[in-house]
């Protein structure tokens, strides 16, 4: 894995952007002291490389999901990169990876209820072909989380950005 | 945008340009109007209002590859003879954990761990995590791809703090 070539502009408006997407280029561009046409190039290529990408974040709050867990899976490990797929597309899970551990994939997902916990998700991951065991922890108490930093994926990063003005 | 007790409450509007604001959050107010069939004021005050109410952050996410992490790792720790919550704070001040949660189950405490190279895993090992009281065993799993990936709903603080 090559890692991306950044610099001090790049990192700068990464950070701008980071409090607050809504910004316009034309501010950002007098904050930093370039031309608007750099701030709207280089947010193109940052996004196109997927280095960023821009979204609303809402609080635990709105859609009543206040828990994180973390389920452990233990799946077919030929077919580990499917099973991962399958349990990707459970509405309830909001992150998939593949590891190298005790167990192959790790899902992590919001809950609002128990009951919701278990029978629509650790369930339905269970039920899936190729899945051998699950095990699930709750979290408690979470110490540190930054939401701003995370992997985008193709299929988690949101349209181009088209605009200027916010 | 009923606002009872100290819960607060969307209406479908909110709902309507927060779903256009995560497909993209740099739409303008009129882009979101126009959509909508509001007026760009309307979307400016309601997205002011749920902002205000720490319920709605319209930001720019990053990839860990923007940052120089090019290793994911997820810890499981577990704890003995010591609260975990107190080993989970003191973990959670090395950079290189990215979160850090006490969690029900075999292991206590969740760590999601962040490298540049896996040549700074001796030093988190035996200059950081080493030196931390109270951990009995470390159960690593490294990620080797990332499916899915999901940012959208999250703890959200205050702005003023953050």
């Known amino acids: 894995m090559s890692l991306p070539q950044l610099d001090d502009l790049d990192r700068q408006l990464i950070d701008v952007l980071a409090k607050d997407a809504r910004v316009s280029n034309r501010r950002i561009a007098a904050d930093l002291g370039v031309t608007e046409g750099t701030v709207r190039g280089r947010i193109k290529r940052l996004q196109e490389e997927r280095l960023i990408a821009f979204t609303a974040i809402t609080g635990f709050g709105i859609n009543r999901a206040a828990r994180l867990a973390f389920i452990g899976v233990q799946a077919q490990v030929d077919d580990v990169r499917a099973v991962a797929q399958a349990i990707a597309e459970v509405p309830q899970v909001n992150a998939v990876m593949v590891t190298m551990g005790q167990f192959n994939i790790l899902a992590i997902c919001l809950f609002a209820e128990l009951e919701n916990l278990v029978l629509e998700t650790s369930d339905r991951i269970l039920a899936l072909p190729g899945v051998h065991h699950v095990e699930t922890s709750i979290a408690v108490k979470t110490f540190k989380y930054d939401p701003r930093v995370v992997r985008i994926t193709a299929a988690s990063a949101p349209a181009a950005d088209a605009g200027d003005d916010a | ?162």
Do not use: C, W
């Open chain 2, 1 to 162: 945008m009923p606002i009872m007790g100290q819960e607060f409450v969307l209406d479908d509007i909110d709902r309507a340009i927060v779903e256009q604001l995560r497909n993209n959050g740099r739409a303008s107010n009129q882009q979101i109007a126009d959509t909508l069939g509001l007026t760009a004021t309307t979307v400016s005050t309601r997205i002011r209002r749920m902002e205000d109410a720490n319920q709605l952050r319209v930001v720019a996410v990053s990839d860990f590859s923007a940052h120089g992490y090019n290793v994911l790792m997820q810890v499981a720790v577990e704890v003995e003879g010591r609260p975990a919550s107190d080993v989970a704070a003191e973990l959670a001040q090395f950079p290189e954990v990215f979160a850090a949660h006490v969690v029900t189950g075999r292991y206590d405490i969740d760590l999601l761990v962040v490298l540049h190279d896996f040549d700074e895993l001796p030093t988190l090992l035996f200059n950081k995590f080493g030196q931390v009281r109270g951990i009995r065993s470390i159960l690593p799993a490294i990620a080797v791809d990332v499916i899915k990936y999901k940012f959208d709903v999250a703890p959200i603080e205050d702005r003023a703090a953050s």
